[in-house]
């Protein structure tokens, strides 16, 4: 089983800066490639960024590109967002997941194809 747990949203004004972190409960991180997803009022939950289990590999939504980053410390057990220049559109819950895999560089962008989710952390950015 594993858990993860979010931190580091908050409130932000448009233009500013957030780092979102996942630590993941898991005696190793390795075969765990993971994503970003955030789900806004009224919508569905879209896809934000993914990194592979090796974390040469990312893949973002056309809407952050150049904006976001994601990353991740195997040593730590821990993923990031880092989200530079925000726009109130950028307000959502984000949930970060994991998924098992064998692959070292795949990426992974739809929701279905992760096994484990966390409980989400808000961001809210205002104009």
């Known amino acids: 089983q594993v858990q993860l747990v979010e931190s580091g949203g908050g409130l932000v004004q448009a233009g500013g800066s957030l780092r979102l972190s996942c630590a993941a409960s898991?005696?190793?991180?390795?075969?765990?490639?993971m994503g970003w997803f955030r789900q806004a009022p009224g919508k569905d939950r879209e896809f934000v960024a993914a990194i592979s289990w090796s974390g040469a590999y990312t893949s973002y939504a056309d809407s952050v590109k150049g904006r976001f980053t994601i990353s991740r410390d195997n040593a730590k057990n821990t993923v990031y967002l880092q989200m530079n220049s925000l726009k109130p559109e950028d307000t959502a819950v984000y949930y970060c997941a994991a998924k098992v895999t064998t692959s070292l560089n795949l990426v992974y962008g739809l929701a279905y194809e992760y096994g484990y989710w966390g409980q989400g952390t808000q961001v809210t950015v205002s104009s």
């Open positions: 898991v005696r190793t991180f390795n075969n765990y490639a």
